[in-house]
Every structure is written in C-alpha cells, then in structure tokens.
C-alpha cells in the first residue's frame, strides 16, 4: 500500500483535487480518472486524507508572515546590495552595472502626465528611494519616505536632422 504521501502525489498527478469544507472530504476529478476503483480507496483512506490535509492547513496558518522592518531604525544591506556595494568600494563611481538604452518618443507628449505616471512608480516602489549609505563602518540602507523627480526638457529642435537614421531594439 501506498503512503499518504505517494498516494496524494499519484491523485495530484492524475489532476485530482483535494480539499475539506469544515469536516468534509471534497474531491474534483477528471471523469475518466475516476473510477470506482480509486473512488474506493479515496472512501478507504478518507480520515488519513482528513487527517493529512488538516495538519497541512495548520502547518500553513502557523508560518510566521512577513512583517516590514521599522523605518526608524538602520536596516542593513540584503546580499545582493552588499555585493553591489562592496564592488563600489572597489571601483568608485563605475559605470560598470549601468543599463543605457533610448526611446523614441513621436507625437505630442503629455510632459505632465509622463512626469506624474514616473513618480507614481517611484512612491509605490521604495526600492526606487533607497540610497546606500555609511554610518560607523557599517553600509545600511536608507530609505526616503518620498521622492519628487523632476524631468528637464530639452528642446532640440533648433538641431540640424541628419539624413541617416539609426534604428535599433531595446
């Protein structure tokens, strides 16, 4: 005989669903997978089913969740920034892990609207505000609470157009 465990992985593999409603044992099933044969041993093995299924959900339920860190105080560098960071310290001030890249606007450009839609971005995504900084030795995040981009318009109009256009993929 299977194990509970082998016998949900084959149900799970024959796209059976599992689940309870209050003390219930429910099952979805395509029409052909079941057969009297497995509708048997799901009847069989209902309250080790129960009984798996109910230890699952509290094994869930019991996970601690993610809770944000206080702004108040220094939070440190995740690996990834350390790792940035450290290579900083090597090489100051390189250009090294910069994207460049252009976009081809054409039409009328709402300026507002474009400069509004950005710091939208940059408000729901605090990634965005955070800066590294180096408080006793120690590299720590600082996050600002919002950060206002402004966008300077250059007007090149007044540029003499070139006859050849350069056409490429970002």
Known sequence: MKTID???????????????????????????VLTSSLSS??????????????????????????TPVARTKNIPLS????????????????????LAGAVRLE?????????????EIVRRHETLRTTIKTVDGQ???EIAPSLKLAFPIL?????????KKVKFAV
């Open 155 to 163: 007007d090149w109009r007044q540029l003499e157009k070139t006859s």
């Open 107 to 119: 039409g009328s450009l709402d300026i507002a609207a474009f400069e509004r839609s950005f710091n």
């Open 79 to 98: 690996f990834a920034q350390q790792r940035l960071w450290f290579l900083d310290q090597m090489e100051h001030d390189s250009s090294q892990y910069n």
């Open 41 to 66: 041993q799901l009847a069989e093995r209902k309250q080790e089913i129960i009984a798996f299924l109910d230890r699952v959900d509290l094994a869930t339920k019991s996970r601690q969740t993610i």
């Open 139 to 141: 590299a720590i995040q």
């Open 6 to 32: 082998e016998f949900l992985t084959f149900l799970s593999q024959q796209d059976v669903k599992l689940w309870l409603e209050g003390d219930r044992l429910c099952c979805d099933a395509p029409e052909k």
